[in-house]
C-alpha cells in the first residue's frame, strides 16, 4: 500500500522558518516528480513547488518564490519544503503529492498519490 506521510507542521511567528518532509512507503518515487500544494481555509488547493525525479528541475508558485525551496532524498525516498520568511497567507494545510509515472515532465504532473496533509499556521 503506497503512502506518503507528511510531518513538521506547526505554528509560527511571521518571518520564521519550518521544514516539511514527505515521506514516501510502499513504492519507490525516485523516478518520479513529487509536489507539495497547500490548502487553505475556503480556497482551492493549490500548487506550491514541484521537483523532478533527480532534483535537476523544480517549479514554484509565484507567491512562494525565493522563500521557499524543494528538495528531495531519493535514498531514504523522501521530499522535503524548507519554507522560510512565512507569511500569514502561508497558513494552510499543506500536501504532498507523488506522480506514479517514471520520468514524468516537472512541467506537467499528473499526481496520482496523495498524503494527508499537514497544518502550518502563521501567526502575525
Known amino acids: 500500500q503506497v503512502q506518503l506521510l507528511e510531518s513538521g507542521g506547526g505554528l509560527v511567528q511571521a518571518g520564521g522558518s519550518l521544514r516539511l518532509s514527505c515521506t514516501a512507503s510502499?513504492?519507490?518515487?525516485?523516478?518520479?516528480?513529487m509536489g507539495w500544494f497547500r490548502q487553505a481555509p475556503g480556497k482551492e488547493r493549490e500548487s506550491v513547488a514541484a521537483i523532478s525525479w533527480g532534483g535537476g528541475s523544480t517549479k514554484y508558485a509565484d507567491s512562494v518564490k525565493g522563500r521557499f525551496t524543494i528538495s528531495r532524498d531519493n535514498a531514504k525516498n523522501m521530499v522535503y519544503l524548507q519554507m522560510n520568511s512565512l507569511k500569514p497567507e502561508d497558513t494552510a494545510v499543506y500536501y504532498c503529492?507523488?506522480?506514479?509515472?517514471?520520468?514524468?515532465?516537472?512541467?506537467?504532473?499528473?499526481?496520482?498519490?496523495w498524503g494527508q496533509g499537514t497544518q502550518v499556521t502563521v501567526s502575525s
Open positions: 510502499g513504492r519507490t518515487f525516485s523516478s518520479s516528480t
Open positions: 503529492a507523488a506522480d506514479s509515472r517514471v520520468y514524468s515532465d516537472v512541467l506537467r504532473p499528473r499526481y496520482d498519490y
